[in-house]
């Protein structure tokens, strides 16, 4: 396209494969015009597959017009910046689901709407006017635009019975094939992209007709499936666009496409994040309902349920020690004062059980008033002190708080080494020792020793 003035070369465009059009050329005017007009005699040679179009004139300052143009351009780029904003959210969302079987979904998603953003930002003239590099922004403009539809019919198979699925599929893998091809032409053979152009809008009339079919389908059949209100919605948002462009409203053409499919995108956002508060919730209830399987609610020390689930690994430990406690008086507390008091005295006794082995190990409750403590302290003059710091902590409770009655209690340990590494003996041994010390504790009348 060449600008002549009385008939010399004012400005030229060269044909280039890439070249977007030239939205915005800077002439520079002639210093001489005819009177007080000015006539330019404008050349336009056909090139490729380009609609030829006779060029508008403004003559403005370049700041003034720059600044023109992105006052008319804002509201279309703030739809274009939140549209690009949820994709990275989609994809952070991907992230944080990736063991989950929606994963693949959400970073669908998030591909779409960063294509959309892509493409809306290339078609828009502030963002060809403010970067120079064109034939950039034309790949990007060209690929993205033949990404869209097969990225969405990926996206909606999800929700389609099988054979539907299959043709959507189908249909997308036909669409990645065409852009694959287009990327290859045009940057190793430097062939322009709107040559591929037909079979790209080819693609995408097929697949807007296979979505249109896919929907009545499911209508008819009242599967009301979430990609239904999205298409719709997205449906809706160009009917609007075709309208006001017929009556020449709207300076975007596709401004309401775009802020239907803002919005598909920020329920998706929304949906996202009710699921993982409602997975959050049902994960806690999971763990406060595990917690009360493998802890006794009462004592804060691991059940029975979890010593039976334990003990296969314990059986393979050679060294450790195994140490039962039982809590004396915990039938007369209950009958005496109630269960209430009988319940305080196992929660103390917990404590301290906890507080005394908790570092070296495991302290199971397995019976009313018995517990079991798995550790690897390992010889006698250790668990000789363990069992006096013991001792302290319970002098201690016993001081600190008005108990009806005194904790006391009796115990036994035994190592796997004297059971020659058979557990389940070297608890009967335990066992055996802490009935002896109880005999002993009964003997004497003694609450504390």
């Known amino acids: 396209m060449t600008f002549y003035f009385d008939d010399k070369e004012l400005y030229s465009v060269k044909n280039e494969p890439y070249s977007l059009g030239n939205y915005f050329a800077k002439i520079p005017l002639p210093s001489r015009a005819n009177g007080e007009v000015l006539e330019i005699h404008i050349k336009v040679v056909k090139h490729g597959l380009s609609r030829i179009q006779v060029p508008q004139i403004i003559i403005l300052p370049q700041s003034e017009h720059l600044e023109s143009v992105i006052a008319s351009d804002l509201p279309s780029l703030l739809v274009n910046l939140l549209i690009l904003f949820s994709s990275f959210f989609m994809f952070i969302f991907a992230f944080m689901e990736r063991s989950h079987e929606n994963c693949p979904k959400m970073l669908l998603r998030g591909l779409w709407a960063l294509t959309c953003a892509i493409y809306f930002m290339c078609e828009t003239y502030t963002i060809v006017y403010l970067i120079p590099a064109s034939r950039i922004i034309y790949i990007l403009d060209m690929i993205c635009f033949s990404m869209i539809m097969p990225i969405l019919l990926m996206l909606i198979s999800w929700d389609l019975n099988a054979f539907q699925s299959k043709l959507c599929k189908t249909l997308a893998y036909l669409g990645l094939v065409n852009s694959i091809m287009q990327i290859i032409l045009c940057l190793c053979f430097n062939i322009e992209l709107r040559i591929m152009l037909r079979v790209t809008h080819i693609i995408q009339l097929v697949g807007i007709l296979l979505v249109i079919l896919c929907i009545i389908y499911n209508i008819k059949e009242k599967n009301y499936t979430p990609f239904l209100y999205s298409m719709g919605i997205i449906s809706l948002g160009g009917f609007v666009d075709l309208v006001l462009f017929a009556f020449e409203k709207n300076k975007d053409n596709i401004f309401f496409v775009k802020i239907a499919i803002l919005f598909c995108m920020f329920f998706q956002i929304l949906q996202f994040i009710r699921t993982v508060v409602v997975q959050s919730t049902e994960k806690a209830r999971e763990e406060y309902y595990k917690m009360l399987a493998l802890k006794d609610s009462l004592t804060l020390c691991y059940s029975r349920v979890a010593y039976e689930i334990d003990k296969k690994n314990l059986s393979q430990l050679e060294e450790m020690t195994i140490l039962v406690f039982d809590l004396n008086n915990l ?55 363990y069992m006096k710091k013991m001792k302290d902590f319970t002098l201690k409770e016993n001081k600190k708080r008005n108990l009806k009655v005194k904790i006391s209690y009796a115990m036994g340990y035994a190592t796997m080494n004297e059971a020659k590494g058979d557990l389940v003996r070297a608890i009967e041994l335990a066992d055996q020792r802490m009935y002896d010390n109880k005999r002993m504790y009964k003997s004497k009348h003694s609450d504390i020793y």
């Not at 039938?331 to 196992?346: F, W």
């Not at 570092?359 to 250790?382: A, H, P, T």
């Open 331 to 385: 039938k007369q507390t209950n009958d005496s004062y109630g269960h209430s008091e009988g319940d305080l005295l196992l929660q103390i006794f917990g404590a301290i059980l906890r507080d005394t082995f908790e570092s070296k190990g495991k302290c199971y409750r397995v019976g009313g008033d018995e517990f079991w403590v798995f550790c690897n302290i390992l010889n006698v003059n250790q668990i000789k002190n």
